[in-house]
């Protein structure tokens, strides 16, 4: 099985940056998408970014355009999610995830492997 460990959250000024990792325990895919999620109190899960396999295919959501940016070491089964600008918006437990195949996706539903979350929270 997999399992996903989230760490880097914290608390920032709006402005301000922070840089989100995501740590697989082993393999478990040959192709695999990898994406940040976030949810914050009241509100539903909402997709922020993704990853293919390889590294080469991303999507953001058009909120973060800009100022979050995803990457991937392929060696150490890690995900990042480097975030600059930081707006009292972002506030949210962030998520990573992870699906079988090749296709990035978009949607929660998608994505069969979760981590336990990290908070983000950003201060006006």
């Known amino acids: 099985q997999v399992r996903l460990i989230e760490s880097g959250g914290g608390l920032v000024q709006a402005g301000g940056s922070l840089s989100l990792s995501c740590a697989a325990t082993?393999?478990?895919?040959?192709?695999?998408?990898m994406g940040w999620f976030r949810q914050a109190r009241g509100k539903e899960r909402e997709f922020v970014a993704a990853?293919?396999?390889?590294?080469?295919?991303?999507k953001y959501e058009d909120s973060v355009k800009g100022r979050f940016t995803i990457s991937r070491n392929t060696d150490e089964d890690t995900m990042y999610l480097q975030m600059d600008s930081l707006k009292p918006e972002d506030t949210a437990v962030y998520y990573c995830?992870?699906?079988?195949?090749?296709?990035?996706?978009?949607?929660?539903?998608?994505?069969?492997?979760w981590g336990q979350g990290t908070q983000v929270t950003v201060s006006s």
């Open positions: 082993r393999r478990t895919f040959s192709s695999y998408t």
């Open positions: 990853i293919n396999w390889s590294g080469a295919s991303t």
């Open positions: 995830a992870v699906r079988p195949g090749v296709e990035v996706q978009i949607s929660a539903n998608d994505y069969f492997y």
